[in-house]
């Protein structure tokens, strides 16, 4: 068994700044901890196109990436150093894309499919997919094997969002109610925690040198994963679902709360 740490970091609200900078804090402990010879990697809602440049900013050379909470893992190949799709789960979201566009009037609808291509129907907040996306009408997103599902509904509150896709009644997938009217979903049994699993038994880390860190409900079986025998740690804003699935709490963002989460772990150099 290797006695690395496995550290997993979610990227929004965890590790970014709302303006999209990286507290220096952040950047001296991973810095540290890659010293001392332990695994640091991304386990993230983003597609891989939106993962790697905060994968880079980061300095990271983890052998794995998990992306699309995941939904799709990569493999940093030995010869080039590049990353390559190592696992990609996928499903048919159809009969789901159904349910919801009877059941939430207004809603919009982004498919990604395996190789991380957006088809989306309907205007999304803040251009979220067009600059890397095809508009297509609603149709056109059915039959089609997809690793995610995206739902939004900017006209409701996250409480109206919640209680109507409870109504609706998902079965057979997972899925995650985001900070606002945002509903990720993923093939069945497919979350972070399980992706970062698969992670650690490649790895032949044991369970408890695992560490996940987040603040997300997409978080909750990943820091559940963690806590059972490792450290999952959950930051201070996030909502109290994702705290009670944690075993620790960070400090608040502004006072560098990942930075002493990190801190916390290590000191010591270890063989890789």
């Known amino acids: ?29 991973v810095d540290r901890l890659r010293a001392e010879g332990h695994e ?8 891989v196109a939106d ?56 809603a919009r609808y982004a498919v990604e499919s395996p190789e991380g291509v ?33 739902v939004v ?3 409701r509150t996250t409480e109206e969002f919640a209680s ?11 899925y995650s109610v985001g900070w606002t009217s945002w509903l990720d979903i993923a093939p069945e049994g497919v979350d972070k925690g399980s992706a970062l699993e698969r992670v650690r038994a490649a790895l032949d880390i044991p369970r408890s040198r695992v560490v996940a860190i987040g603040d997300g409900r997409n978080d909750i079986e990943m820091l559940r994963w963690a806590s059972e025998e490792g450290i999952g740690v959950a930051m201070n804003e996030a909502p109290q679902e994702v705290i009670d699935a944690a075993n620790r709490l960070a ?16 000191g010591s150099r270890v063989a890789r």
């Open 1 to 29: 068994m290797d006695d690395r740490l496995l550290v997993a970091l979610d990227i929004d609200g965890t590790i970014l700044e709302v303006d999209g900078s990286i507290p220096q804090a952040t950047h001296d402990q």
């Open 118 to 150: 957006f088809l989306f129907s309907g205007r999304f907040p803040d251009g979220a997919f067009e600059s890397r996306g095809e508009h297509v009408e609603f149709d056109e997103l059915l039959g089609r094997l997809a690793q995610r599902l995206v």
């Open 40 to 47: 640091v990697m991304l386990a993230t809602g983003r597609s």
């Open 164 to 174: 109507a896709i409870e109504s609706v009644g998902l079965h057979h997938v997972s």
């Open 51 to 106: 993962t790697m440049p905060i994968h880079d900013r980061l300095g990271l050379d983890s052998r794995f990436v998990v992306s699309a909470n995941g939904a799709t893992v990569q493999e940093r190949s030995d010869l080039t150093g590049t990353y390559i799709r190592k696992w990609v789960q996928t499903f048919d979201p159809s009969d789901v894309l159904v349910r919801l566009h009877d059941g939430l009037p207004g």
């Open 251 to 266: 400090g608040p963002f502004d006072e560098d709360g990942l930075g002493g989460a990190l801190a916390m772990l290590g």
């Open 153 to 155: 509904a900017p006209d």
